[in-house]
């Protein structure tokens, strides 16, 4: 059974530089493009960072600069580390695979993934 699972989140401070992790299990992330989105209240979902099977990394623009996902195939975790978090950044994140390698604003499309993990909420404390 595929699954995957965000964790890392919490209340944070602003400025502050938490690192969220995408933690798979029933496939190998060798294979697939992994995307990271966020929801935050009354707004809609948005993809914010992907990074597919060759290695290449995508980032929305508001978080370009600021956020940098990575992998570790061995453990079958992708990471999206966030730094200097402001309260624009408070939402729920949660990870998301396909099969195969997929590229440019295509990978931060939630429409492209068939398999979806509950999220991790991150709060911004000011």
């Known amino acids: 059974e595929v699954q995957l699972q965000a964790s890392g989140g919490g209340l944070v401070q602003a400025g502050g530089s938490p690192r969220l992790s995408c933690t798979a299990s029933?496939?190998?992330?060798?294979?697939?493009?992994i995307g990271w989105f966020r929801q935050a209240p009354g707004k809609e979902r948005e993809g914010v960072s992907a990074i597919n099977s060759d290695g290449d990394t995508y980032y929305t623009n508001s978080v370009k600069g600021r956020f940098t996902i990575s992998s570790d195939n061995a453990k079958n975790t992708v990471y999206l580390q966030i730094d200097n978090l402001n309260p624009e950044d408070t939402a729920d994140y949660s990870c998301?695979?396909?099969?195969?390698?997929?590229?440019?604003?295509?990978?931060?499309?939630?429409?492209?993934?068939?398999?979806w993990g509950q999220g991790t909420q991150v709060t911004v404390s000011s």
């Open positions: 029933g496939f190998s992330f060798d294979d697939y493009t």
């Open positions: 998301a695979a396909v099969h195969g390698s997929y590229y440019l604003d295509l990978t931060l499309q939630a429409p492209l993934y068939d398999y």
